[in-house]
Structures are given as structure tokens and as C-alpha cells.
């Protein structure tokens, strides 16, 4: 039977919370692709109907600020993955 | 038993934070896509509707300047897994 | 700040804004005496405005492309604002006078400034709808 020392096993903990942070991050991705596509359509649809240009920037900002919500998810476990473990 | 010098231990830990580094700057790809989306959907705009120029380039600039943030929080995870601060 | 029709008056808004918002971190970093977060803020302030405009600059210039080539141009664009973004953390996180953490909230000052005014608008819509049904 293959033992580990208490040194080892920390070790190998450590690196996997760190190598898990940085996969955390991938979803970075997401956010940044779903809020360009709200700002394209959102372009789009004031070039339609220029009269209602500041009911749609509204809703887009607000809309982005919610689709952020996973990109700061990530963040706030990729932080408690390095800070914590 | 296996048992690691600290040396070993050391730098598993400072390769596993290298490559999740490198991780975690995979996700500056998806603000690019976005942002490439909503400026070709406002050259389309600004050729249908040219009087509404302005109101398209303030759209596009508020909607950039919101989109461009997930970018910066895996640059922020990237470079505390480099110096570990 | 949803009136605002012309770019330029819209960036003098939101960098008068922003300025005034920064004020409150500034004055209390004076006080508590702790020159790092301070330097380390108004670093990555000054960096979030000159992206600012450089922002609006490419923008005005890919308007006059037609729509694949726009799209590679601010592509290109935003992963050369990426390595900014990247240097100034780098120089922050190296350089011992300045504070990392200060320098990171100073690069989110513009972004927190325009959440805040469209909150701002909602509530405002919401309130002037409310009024009119009960006048």
C-alpha cells in the first residue's frame, strides 16, 4: 500500500486549488460574449427606432450588469481557491 | 511511505500556478468575440439609419465600456497566481 | 445620462462623474494616511480614461468600415487593450508603491459610474410612471 507523507498530500492540494482557479476563470468567456451580443443588438434595434434610444440603453446596461453576475461568480471562487486553500 | 523535499514540493506548487495562470487568460478571448459583434452590427446601422450616428456611437461606447470587464478579472486572477500576493 | 445624444458631451458626463465618485476613496486615503492605495488608485484611474477615449477613437474609425473588417478591427483592438490591461497590473503588482487591489478598483471606476447612472434613469422612470398614474 502507497503512502503519503502530510507534506505531499498539502502539496498536491495546493496545486489542485491553484490549477482549479485558473479553470475557474475560463468562464470568463461567457459574460464577455452574452454582453457584446446584447450591445450589437441593441445598436441594432436604436438604428430601428432612434425615438426610443434611452429605454434601450437602459435595458441593455442593466441587462449586461446582470449577465456579469457568472464572470464575478468566478472570480469570487477562483479568489477563495487562492486565498483559502 | 513517499515523501517529497521541499524543493519538490515547491515547485509542483509554482509550475500548477503557472498553467492555471495560463488558464485563466483564456477567458480575455470572449469580450474580443463580443465587442467584434457589436461593432459589425453598428456598421450595418450606421449604413440603414446615418442621422443616427450619434445615438448609435453612444450605444456601442456605453455597451463597450461594460462588456470589456470580464477580461480584466482573469487578468486580475492571472497575475495573483504569478507573484502570489 | 440616457438624453445625452452627443458622444463627446456623454464622455465629459461620465468622466465628470466618475471624478466626483473618486473623490470619496481619494480624500479617505488622504486621511487614513496610506499613499500606496492612493497612488495605486489614481494610476489605474488615469489608465481607465485615456482607454476611455482611445475606445471611442477606434470606434469612430470602424464606423466608416464595412462589417467583417469592423469586426476584425476591434477585435485586434481590444486584445491590444488587453496587454494594457495586462502591463498596468503587471507594473502595479511589481512596483512596491503602488497598490494592487487600489489599482484594479481604480480600472473599474468607469464601468461602476455607468451602472450607476443607468440605476440612476430606472429608478427615476420608475418613480416619474408611478407620479403620472396617481396625478
Known sequence: MVEFSPEVIETIIRASALLGAGFAMIAGIGPGIGQGYAAGKAVESVARDPEARGNIITTMLLGQAVAE????????????????? | MIEFSPEVAESIITIASFVASGLALIAGVGPGIGMGYAAGKATTAVRRQPEARGAII????????VSGSTGIYSLIIAIFLIFGI | MKEIKDPKKL?????????????LPIISAIAA????????????LVVATLLLRLKYNNIIRALNMDMESAEKFIRNRYFAEYGLYFLVLFTAARNPSLNFLAAAVGLFMIKFTVLLLSVKDLLKDTFQSQFDRYK
Not at chain 1, 453576475?69 to 486553500?85: E, H, K, N, P, Q
Open chain 1, 69 to 85: 453576475s457568472t464572470g464575478i461568480y468566478s472570480l469570487v471562487i477562483a479568489i477563495v481557491l487562492i486565498f483559502t486553500i
Open chain 3, 33 to 44: 494616511g496610506d499613499m500606496e492605495s492612493l497612488l495605486g488608485f489614481v494610476f489605474g
Open chain 2, 58 to 65: 453612444t450605444t456601442m461606447l456605453l455597451g463597450q465600456v
Open chain 3, 11 to 23: 464622455q465629459k458626463k461620465i468622466l465628470k462623474t466618475t471624478y466626483l465618485i473618486a473623490l
